[in-house]
T-cell receptor
Framework: DTAVSQTPKYLVTQMGNDKSIKCEQN?????MYWYKQDSKKFLKIMFS???????INETVPNRFSPKSPDKAHLNLHINSLELGDSAVYFC????????????FGPGTRLTVT | AQSVAQPEDQVNVAEGNPLTVKCTYS??????LFWYVQYPNRGLQFLLK??????LVKGSYGFEAEFNKSQTSFHLKKPSALVSDSALYFC?????????????FGKGTKLSVIP
């Protein structure tokens, strides 16, 4: 069973479109995260939810909006996609948001044309 | 503010030789430190962490890391490298004193193990 899953794995879309990426974890963890990895492999936190409450909201364009319907799911919606949004987006989860290690999903490669 | 540095973009080592991937950190108090590995087209996998206690931490796949407070370092080591260890390695730090959930990652070090 996959611990942290993301859909879709690949997403190719045009500028200006709106898209969503879904994430689910079956580990029973309380905290979930979204990261962006750019073409140079630099990894940057975007958002984090703990028990459905937003606890990290880094400086990202407000075109990006996370939604956590329950503890096991954290989705990422992106409005008005831009070329610079092209990257790999990773979802992760952890049992203990402060001390615990994070478990990462396989990533969603977003390409905006 | 918390930060972490991986001074080497790439490390090359011959198979069977010991390997070291370097990491230094900066936090205001005592750090929580982590190492992750990323294989091509995959998500990051947790290797090991230091929270408190013994400075030498053992992790997955034969890796270990030593926490050195005076040098603010947390270098990743393995006694004998395998070709399958070739991957991208990330060091990460969290400052618990800041009450933060945020994990700050280094820029990554590409390890190449040469047969």
């Amino acid at each position: 069973d996959t611990a942290v899953s993301q859909t879709p794995k690949y997403l190719v879309t045009q500028m200006g479109n709106d898209k969503s990426i879904k994430c689910e974890q079956n580990l029973g963890h309380d905290t979930m995260y979204w990261y962006k990895q750019d073409s140079k492999k630099f990894l940057k936190i975007m958002f984090s939810y703990n028990n459905k409450e937003l606890i990290i909201n880094e400086t990202v364009p407000n075109r990006f909006s996370p939604k956590s319907p329950d503890k096991a799911h954290l989705n990422l919606h992106i409005n008005s996609l831009e070329l610079g949004d092209s990257a790999v987006y990773f979802c992760a989860s952890s049992q203990d948001g402060r001390r615990g290690e994070q478990y990462f999903g396989p990533g969603t490669r977003l390409t905006v044309t | 503010a918390q930060s972490v540095a991986q001074p080497e973009d790439q490390v090359n080592v011959a198979e069977g030789n010991p390997l070291t991937v370097k990491c230094t950190y900066s936090v205001s108090g005592n750090p929580y430190l982590f190492w992750y590995v990323q294989y091509p087209n995959r998500g990051l996998q947790f290797l090991l962490k230091y929270i408190t206690g013994d400075n030498l931490v053992k992790g997955s796949y034969g890796f270990e890391a030593e926490f050195n407070k005076s040098q603010t370092s947390f270098h990743l080591k393995k006694p004998s490298a395998l070709v399958s260890d070739s991957a991208l390695y990330f060091c990460a730090v969290r400052d618990p004193g800041a009450g933060s959930y945020q994990l700050t990652f280094g820029k990554g070090t590409k390890l190449s193990v040469i047969p």
